[in-house]
């Protein structure tokens, strides 16, 4: 089974922190995303990657930065975090087969506080 | 732009009875459609997946879903419902461009009562 881990579950972190969000897959796979998840507003994308040391911005970039020195690892960073990046932040990752009908797996999610 | 639209926030059904959530969405040439669910505090989980071909598409935990071009939806279905299946589902959107970005609607949430 795919497995994508995200290294806490549970975040409380102060205003201006950087904080690290760090994700791993164990597939192989070329595509990683990051989301946040809100009430009422669904999953909106913050950053992707399609290979290594490459990365695009989604919908809500804005705060987020992103690392993909290797295949596997996927971060993000909140360079100074803010109480509006209250939020759970979802990762996870898909194939590049020739199809784009390949799903996403997604990671247990960090639910993160700013205080 | 690529988009979805899940027009219920939450549905509600008595255990036993057939379920529909709802998925409307828009996008550019042809769509690739996915439906997640996710259980309290957990991350997505994928149930199934249009592609091409039938228009009806089955997945996991008896899960089915009918897509139709004319209406562009894809509705989730389940002739039975339990339980069990009370949780929040997504409805997924993919465009067959270049971009391997997936949108997701707001999400339902399936209240099913005993």
């Known amino acids: 089974d795919v497995k994508v881990t995200q290294s806490s579950r549970y975040l409380v972190k102060r205003t201006g922190e950087k904080v690290f969000l760090e994700c791993v897959q164990d597939m192989d796979h070329e595509n990683m995303f990051w989301y946040r998840q809100d009430p009422g507003l669904g999953l909106r994308l913050i950053y992707f990657s399609y290979d290594v040391k490459m990365k695009e911005k989604g919908d809500i970039p804005e705060g987020y930065s992103v690392s993909r020195e290797k295949k596997e690892r996927f971060s993000l960073i909140l360079e100074s975090a803010s109480t509006n990046q209250t939020s759970m932040y979802l990762c996870?990752?898909?194939?590049?087969?020739?199809?784009?009908?390949?799903?996403?797996?997604f990671g247990q999610g960090t639910r993160l506080t700013v205080v | 732009a690529q988009s979805v639209a899940q027009p219920e926030d939450q549905v509600n059904v008595a255990e036993g009875n057939p379920l529909t959530v709802k998925c409307t969405y828009s996008?550019?040439?042809?769509?690739?459609l996915f439906w997640y669910v996710q259980y309290p505090n957990r991350g997505l989980q994928f149930l199934l997946k249009y592609i091409t071909g039938d228009n009806l598409v089955k997945g996991s935990y008896g899960f089915e879903a009918e897509f139709n071009k004319s209406q562009t939806s894809f509705h989730l279905k389940k002739p039975s419902a339990l339980v069990s299946d009370s949780a929040l589902y997504f409805c997924a959107v993919r465009g067959m461009d270049s971009s391997y970005k997936l949108i997701f609607g707001s999400g339902t949430r399936l209240l099913v009562r005993p």
């Open positions: 996870a990752s898909s194939t590049s087969t020739a199809s784009h009908g390949t799903e996403a797996f």
């Open positions: 996008v550019s040439g042809n769509p690739y």
